[in-house]
């Protein structure tokens, strides 16, 4: 295709001629993906609703917020803390026992141990 055309009409479809260029074809899979992906009406309504509820007023309410909130931020930061702290604990690791002998070994149990559920 020629690329004088306005960016709208670039990534749209093919106009149904035999020689569709590459271009057509990344258009038609990105739009796929963004409808795939994108959410729904009713699913941004209920989240709305959602969001829309007043803040609990007892204070046996208001600790499970908060102790639910505090587990939500420990899940968000945990990959990159882990991200952080593992590459220097395993880089020790490796230099004091040695990658053949146990420093695999304890990585891999730590990291088991660590996605285990407690409950």
Do not use: F, K
Request: proline share 8%; hydrophobic share 45%; no cysteine.
């Amino acid at each position: 295709m020629s690329s004088n055309l306005p960016e709208p009409q670039r990534w749209s479809d093919g106009s149904g001629r035999a020689g569709a260029s590459a271009e057509d074809g990344i258009g038609a899979s990105l739009r796929r993906a963004r409808q795939a992906t994108e959410p729904s009406d009713a699913g941004l309504t209920r989240v709305a609703r959602g969001l829309d509820t007043p803040p609990p007023r007892s204070r046996a309410a208001r600790l499970v917020l908060r102790a639910a909130l505090v587990a939500l931020l420990l899940v968000a930061t945990g990959g990159a803390v882990g991200a952080m702290v593992l590459p220097p604990v395993a880089e020790a690791l490796i230099r004091e026992l040695g990658w053949r002998r146990r420093a695999y070994a304890i990585l891999g149990a730590v990291i088991l141990l660590v996605g285990l559920p407690l409950g």
